[in-house]
């Protein structure tokens, strides 16, 4: 299979690459989306370099690869986030992603830098209202442009997929006494799926691996594994062949409906193929790159584009670009797991040498340094700029939180002053509170963060963060609700009377305490 990503040169950055013995320097890996020709060379076995994407391909890449999460770092749409490109902390960049309109959790990756500013498109389908999102709005150049140019071919034009979704209700249509069978890869396309369900009121059949996938993206209730549930099935797209199609139509009439932008040839009259892409076209790519109007463009599929586009880019060379010593020294050491494996230290003695190191850090560091919150200066002002946490990041906060059963009064206040001073996003708090108290206890609190994202200012009280603030207020007061103060009962029950005390004796002891307060209050 083709690998359909790319090496980022000068820098220690690849996208939808992972042959890491042909990218020696490479550290941080960023993933765009699932499709299989995106993560060929990925595996369960992935370890020592951190794998940055969306919150829903983290959770496809944990349910269809199995790669270990201490390796996964999810990344929230529409937030910048600072990243360190090298080990001393010097030298840092800005990555920002943003929705592909491709799949389920496909992205586009911004990355700015010492390198200037590059924009990934990975598979895309372009729409106007992508050039509103806030960072390609205020950016004035984009120095480098990696292109999705699937469909690269001026001669050839493309429908909008709401377009070739009108198409394939239409040949249903035209047959009311046909099942219908459609032709898919394993993800992509689940929103034309939705569409027809609720078009033809009916169950769509899928297999029992699909539907993990479609549990795990929390679809609408429309898909089922029953056999014959339903007037529509899909099934992978190698199956619709001609031998198939036969074997269908002798049970039941049906038509095979084929969703894409390949030019097929129908081998069979009820076998049907549709222009439907989830690829821009090439005159969206175009309007893509004529609005852009990047310094350089290289193309993700192949070598090559369309002179047509030149054409289109400014004249303006790009900056030679410098790179930092420290970057350089950070590509050319090995990963610090690598290099502990290759040390001549039995594995023993090499554990306690990483628990002293974390204890170490533990005691010389408090939580607010070890989340710093970090603001840039942007056209539009200062904007916070969020650092992803780890899972060790996570369970260091944890010591620093009282027990959540014992007293929901005092967590909450806890928890408002950790957010107050470290700034965490709405999705970061969640997975706090799994940790702390468990996904059943979690799940009564979560539908109160849906929606926000994070603070959008760097001043705390700023009318822009009144709905982080209300978000915050009303998770505190859920909390206070749920788990309410517990008395130690133990004390309670020790304060009795003795038997050589009489009721008046116990009457006096408490004149006599009440007075001793008075009196230290006055």
């Excluded at 369900?197 to 929390?218: C, D, G, I």
Aim: aromatic share 8%; hydrophobic share 35%; glycine share 4%.
């Amino acid at each position: 299979m083709s690998v359909n990503g790319k090496v980022i040169p000068h820098t220690p950055l690849a996208v939808d690459f992972w042959q890491v013995r042909k990218c020696p320097g490479t550290r941080l890996f960023f993933l765009s989306h699932m499709h299989s020709d995106h993560t060929v060379g990925l595996t369960s076995t992935w370890s020592n370099r951190p794998i940055y994407c969306s919150p829903t391909t983290a959770t496809l890449l944990r349910l269809k690869l199995q790669v270990k999460e201490k390796w996964i770092h999810p990344l929230e749409l529409d937030e910048p986030y600072l990243l360190p490109m090298d080990d001393i902390g010097k030298e840092k960049l800005t990555v920002t992603l943003i929705e592909a309109n491709h799949c389920p959790g496909s992205v586009m990756f911004l990355f700015e830098g010492y390198f200037g500013s590059i924009l990934y498109t990975g598979d895309f389908r372009y729409t106007p209202s992508m050039l509103r999102e806030p960072c390609l709005r205020t950016h004035t150049t984009i120095d480098v442009l990696y292109l999705d140019n699937t469909n690269c071919d001026p001669n050839r034009t493309l429908p909008s997929r709401q377009q070739a979704t009108q198409q394939i209700k239409e040949i249903i249509r035209r047959h009311p006494n046909h099942n219908v069978v459609i032709g898919l890869y394993a993800l992509g396309k689940e929103s034309l799926l939705v569409e027809l369900a609720k078009e033809f009121k009916t169950w769509v059949e899928v297999s029992f691996e699909r539907m993990q996938t479609l549990k795990a993206l929390e679809l609408p209730d429309v898909f089922t594994t029953e056999p014959g549930a339903g007037r529509i099935r899909v099934v992978e797209q190698s199956k619709i062949c001609s031998a198939n199609v036969h074997k269908w139509d002798k049970e039941q009439p049906t038509l095979a409906i084929l969703p894409t932008s390949r030019p097929l040839v129908p081998f069979h009259p009820n076998v049907h193929v549709v222009p439907y892409s989830d690829h821009s076209s090439y005159q969206e790519l175009e309007d893509f790159v004529s609005a852009l109007k990047p310094t350089s463009l290289v193309p993700i599929v192949g070598k090559h584009v369309p002179a047509s586009f030149s054409a289109l880019l400014p004249r303006r060379k790009r900056h030679e670009i410098l790179v930092p010593e420290c970057v350089r020294h950070y590509m050319l050491s090995q990963p610090e797991s690598q290099l502990s494996s290759s040390a001549n230290t039995s594995p023993r003695r090499r554990q306690e040498e990483e628990d002293e190191e974390e204890e170490e850090e533990g005691a010389n560091s408090t939580v607010q340094q070890a989340f710093p919150k970090n603001q840039t200066i942007r056209t539009e002002g200062p904007a916070v700029v969020y650092c992803p946490w780890t899972m060790k990041d996570m369970k260091e906060v944890l010591e620093h939180l009282p027990e959540i059963q014992q007293d929901g009064d005092k967590f909450a206040k806890a928890l408002l002053l950790f957010c107050q001073q470290l700034s965490p996003t709405m999705p970061e708090i969640k997975k706090l509170l799994t940790l702390k108290i468990g996904l059943t206890h979690a799940s009564h609190f979560t539908a109160l963060l849906a929606g926000q994202t994070g603070l959008k200012k760097p001043q705390w009280d700023h009318a822009d963060n009144a709905p982080y603030l209300t978000a915050l207020t009303a998770l505190g007061d859920a909390i206070k609700a749920k788990f309410p103060a517990k008395f130690d009962l133990s004390k309670i029950s020790a304060c009795k009377q003795n038997a050589e005390e009489s009721v008046n004796d116990l009457s006096s002891s408490a004149s006599s305490f009440q007075r001793k307060q008075r009196h230290r209050q006055t």
